[in-house]
Structure formats: C-alpha cells, structure tokens
C-alpha cells in the first residue's frame, strides 16, 4: 500500500480536520468512563469496550475484503494494543475509581507532549525547538486550569500514578499507530490491533462478568456504549488519520483542546456553568496549538 505522505503546507488541511473530529469524539470518552465505571468493574468495562469495538472491526474488515497486515507488522500492532486498547483504558478505568474526571483532566493535559515525545522516538519526527516551548506551555495551561478548577482534591497517589502510567502507554501507542497508518490506513490499523487483542480481552472480560446485573443503571450502560463505539473505534478512524496526513507531533498538539471540549459538553448535557477562566485558557491553548504548528 502506498505510503501516506505528511502534509506540512501551512493550511489547516485534512489531517487537522481528521485530527480535531477525533479529538472532538475523544472528549466525552473520561466523563462516560466515569459513569461507566460506578456501575461496571473496570476490568471488565477494560474488555467489554474493547470486544464489542474488536467485532464491529471485525465485521468493517471482512465487508471491506482488507488484506491481512504482514508479519512485519505484528509487532506495531501489538504496541498499539498494549497502548490504546489495553492499557490507556484499564489504567484509567481503575484511576478513576481514586480520582475525579476533573482531577484526570490535568493528566490529559500532558498527552499531545508525551505523543510528541513518541513521535520522535517511534515516527522518526524531529519538531522545531520552538514547538516544544509551545508544547510545553499549552500542556501547563491546560494542568493549571484543571488544577484550579479541582480545589484541594484529595486524588490518591494510586490514582495519579495510574494516569501517568496511562499518559504514557496512550501516547506510545498513538504514536505507533499513526506511523502504521501511512501503510496501512487508519482504521485499519486499530480494527487489527483490536482484533490481535479480541482472545484475551475475550477471555477477560468473561472471568470478570458482574456479579449482578440488575443493579447496572441506564448511564453506565450509555458509557459502555460510548466507550465501545466512539472511543475505541469510530474516534481512533479520524484520529489516526489525521496524525498520519498532518504529522503526529503537529496534530497530537489538537488534545490540548480535549479538556475544554469535555467540559462544554457537561455544559450543554448537564447544565454547567463556563466560566471565563475556561475562556482565557482556551485562547491560550488555541494559540499554542497554532504556535506548535507553525514551528513543527
């Protein structure tokens, strides 16, 4: 398959549309996931989500008639599930049981750095000096603002080092998954990397069934379904992509935008106020974003 080149014009071209329609859909995967997770183990949530999105990859794979990855590509694969199908999810499922979304809002806030960081690392990406100072301002705008907005917090130290942990395995494995994505195409390559994971998550999943089911409200339900389609399948189609065609440090940079998307939506679904902190912080996420951009 013909290598995906990276589109560096100066444009807010495709891969930036891509991006942000899959930043856009990741946004509600932390506030679903904690709905989720009052009601479902999260070692099974960890597993339900990824065997229903495995199958419907599955299914996209067969009805598409996509040729098999070669075995060169296996180990890429697996990287991409240990990072986005297995660990980002179950780290932070088992977070969030010690940590609120809010309080996990300032780890998200570290991600588009740590994928710069593998993007250099895995993707062979080398970013201009000036585009880490825009990196690292957007990652500390976005870390004060969530940390103001959590007050004293009493997140336990078990939490915060189960979101670090979670950072890290998401960025590897975006990463990865977006170098693969040149060759193989973006939905292409978490349908298989869903599918190499689909046995164990399988088998997860069934030693960790609830134990009732009677007690699992309509919300955690809407989570798992969230989490299943958008989060782990349709999200990853256009976040994928959108790394491969505009580069994984300049578009990992749109995550920045993450935090504040999820709480507009808890605006519009749950009535919450914005404030204009929110609205100060976003200007100065967007203008590192576009300043990471133009020096990447």
Sequence with gaps: MERTAIDR???WGPG????????????????ATRVAVADFPPVFLTSARAVIAALLGAAFLLALRQPRPARSDLVSLTVVSIGVVIGFPLLTALALQHITAAHSIVFIGLLPLATAIFGVLRGGERPKAAFWLFSV????????????RSGDGNAATAGALLMVGAILLCGLGYAEGATLSRRLGGWQVISWSLLLSL??????????????????GLPAWIGLGYVSVFSMLVGFIFWYRGLALGGIARVGQLQLLQPFMGLVLAALFLGEP???????????????????????
């Design 9 to 11: 014009s100066a444009g």
């Design 16 to 31: 930036w549309a891509h991006g942000l329609l899959g930043v856009i859909i990741f946004s509600g995967s932390l506030p």
């Design 137 to 148: 301002l957007g990652a500390a705008t976005v870390s004060a603002f969530a940390l103001s």
């Design 199 to 216: 046995p164990l998550m399988a088998a997860v999943m069934l030693c960790d069934l609830p134990v009732s089911w009677s007690g699992i």
């Design 274 to 296: 914005i404030a204009w902190t929110m609205i100060a912080a976003t200007a100065v996420v967007v203008g590192c974003v576009a300043g990471a951009k133009r020096f990447s």
